[in-house]
């Protein structure tokens, strides 16, 4: 009889501590899925509007507040493909808008109806790779942008210019605005990891960050 009570107790405590040690493995493991967005002041970097690609589980957010006007986030978009093409489980990529150029909030406008019709990335490339044409510092024109806008299969383009006078599209600059500015993003392109700005541009120092995110 003594046994048997002996056996139970000692099977209780052993479920019991199976079940902590089962819900600590869980939640260790549930934080490093959540990681950055589990933080609380991770909606300044996220917004529910924020264009993205990528599971909304990884492990690593990349937030690039960008400029389609600025020639450095141009020169810098293959960059930014080339690294997330290569963590297409573990990374996913936030874009946030910067626009301190003249033209570049009608670009953004372009941008957001586009993403209206699921053309957001397709319509992003063709952006910056007519940049040169349509903004042009010395002599911007921004209106050649429809020319271009052709080469986005299956674009609506009437659509577009419809939708480009959609209200919510001024309210998602003015918020990417305010909160470039909490964050203070004074240049373009501006990347955060996981939170964490990133001082120094380049490929093997995104992938260096990125690497060191996924060990923790």
């Keep these: 009889m003594k046994n048997q009570k002996t056996i139970v107790i000692?099977?209780?405590?052993?479920?019991?501590?199976?079940?902590?040690?089962?819900?600590?493995?869980?939640?260790?493991?549930?934080?490093?899925?959540?990681?950055?967005?589990?933080?609380?002041?991770?909606?300044?970097?996220?917004?529910?509007?924020?264009?993205?690609?990528?599971?909304?589980?990884?492990?690593?957010?990349l937030v690039e507040f960008l400029d389609p006007e600025c020639e450095s986030c141009k020169a810098f978009?293959?960059?930014?493909?080339?690294?997330?093409?290569?963590?297409?489980?573990?990374?996913k990529l936030v874009v946030r808008y910067t626009?301190?150029?003249?033209?570049?909030?009608?670009?953004?406008?372009?941008?957001?109806?586009?993403?209206?019709?699921?053309?957001?990335?397709?319509?992003?490339?063709?952006?910056?790779?007519?940049?040169p044409f349509w903004g042009n510092h010395h002599n911007p024109k921004p209106e050649l942008l429809w020319k271009f806008l052709v080469d986005v299969s299956g674009l609506d383009i009437e659509k577009v210019r419809k939708d480009i006078n959609d209200p919510s599209i001024k309210k998602i600059i003015e918020q990417d605005i305010q909160d470039g500015k909490r964050?203070?993003?004074?240049?373009?392109?501006?990347?955060?990891?996981?939170?964490?700005?990133?001082?120094?541009?380049?490929?093997e120092v995104l992938k260096t960050v990125i690497e060191n995110e996924l060990k923790i």
């Design 183 to 203: 964050l203070k993003v004074r240049r373009t392109p501006t990347f955060f990891i996981n939170g964490k700005r990133i001082k120094r541009l380049g490929y």
């Design 99 to 131: 626009p301190f150029h003249k033209n570049s909030k009608i670009a953004i406008s372009i941008l957001e109806a586009a993403k209206k019709q699921g053309k957001f990335w397709e319509t992003l490339d063709v952006v910056f790779r007519s940049q």
């Design 10 to 61: 000692v099977t209780s405590v052993v479920l019991v501590v199976g079940f902590i040690f089962g819900t600590y493995l869980y939640r260790k493991e549930q934080q490093k899925n959540d990681g950055f967005m589990s933080k609380e002041y991770a909606e300044v970097f996220v917004r529910k509007h924020s264009p993205s690609k990528g599971p909304d589980n990884a492990r690593v957010y």
């Design 77 to 91: 978009h293959p960059v930014v493909k080339k690294v997330i093409g290569e963590y297409p489980d573990d990374v």
